[in-house]
């Protein structure tokens, strides 16, 4: 059985399967809330610590801007994780999950509405990937003029990404990468697209693309820029990366795990990137 804790911001912890959200709540109706999430490691004695909080919460602020959220109590929620980490005694890995919702859509005054899981997990690893490509349904540029569409926001409506999974895997394949309307590789349902190439890092840009921005790209952009790796944005179609060095997914959970197979097609594989990139992101 799967361990999780969950708390609510103004409540505290509470129980797993205590009722925490109304029927009412915009997020649950209709997807209108944002979340973060990220690992949380716990050594044996039940010490845990949290990876780049910091820096996902800042994230999770910047996707309430831009959907007009309330702005989420950040002092609030890192109290409410050191609060629900005390709790916490599974060694290994888990996800923390941070829920920030519109609120109660009949209330009188809108309030906002937060809430925290951390979830066991698998652990963060480096397991070699076969993916599958799948039509978006728009340009790589979309999003340049429609700040409406909401892009690099980490929105609750994640139906579209989810469907793409189970797709990936009736391909047979572990994941899938969206491929643009003009041909270029996105992202992943839930993890940004890295590559290799004449030495160089490249991932796919944000902006126009409408693509998330990655905690773990801002970190390998880090350790890229320390280690004197050339680290770059850039558009790729599906073709080229058979002509690459390697090609990864990464995320703050899942790690970075090498690309093994693309629509069935065997990629490039380096072992040597890999061990450099996945321990530069601390996995």
Not at 180 to 206: F, I, K, Q
Request: some cysteine; charged content about 20%.
């Amino acid at each position: 059985m799967t361990v999780q804790i969950v708390a609510v911001l103004g409540t505290g912890v509470v129980g797993t399967h205590e009722p925490v959200i109304t029927a009412d709540d915009l997020g649950l109706t209709r997807g209108d809330g944002i979340f973060d999430a990220t690992r949380v490691l716990t050594d044996a004695d039940g010490h845990s610590v949290v990876e780049h909080l910091d820096r996902h919460l800042m994230r999770l602020a910047r996707s309430a801007q831009a959907m007009e959220l309330p702005a989420p109590d950040v002092d609030g929620i890192a109290a409410l994780v050191a609060e629900a980490l005390a709790a916490w005694t599974t060694p290994g890995e888990a996800a923390l999950k941070i829920v920030h919702t519109r609120g109660l859509e009949h209330a009188a005054t809108l309030k906002a509405s937060t809430l925290l899981t951390i979830t066991e997990t698998e652990p963060g690893l480096r397991r070699p990937l076969a993916v599958a490509t799948l039509a978006r349904g728009y340009a790589s540029d979309t999003f340049a003029d429609a700040p409406w569409l909401l892009g690099g926001a980490k929105l609750l409506s994640y139906a579209v990404h989810t469907s793409a999974r189970r797709e990936a895997a009736r391909r047979g394949a572990d994941d899938a990468l969206f491929v643009s309307s003009d041909g270029y590789a996105l992202e992943a349902p839930t993890s940004s697209l890295l590559w290799v190439v004449d030495g160089a890092v490249r991932t796919t840009p944000t902006g126009a693309t409408g693509i998330l921005g990655s905690v773990t790209v801002e970190i390998l952009k880090e350790w890229a820029r320390d280690e004197g790796v050339r680290f770059e944005s850039a558009l790729i179609r599906p073709a080229d990366l058979y002509a690459v060095s390697g090609a990864w997914l990464a995320s703050s959970v899942r790690g970075v795990c090498p690309i093994t197979t693309l629509d069935g097609a065997a990629l490039p594989t380096s072992e040597v990137w890999t061990d450099r990139l996945a321990s530069a992101a601390g996995f």
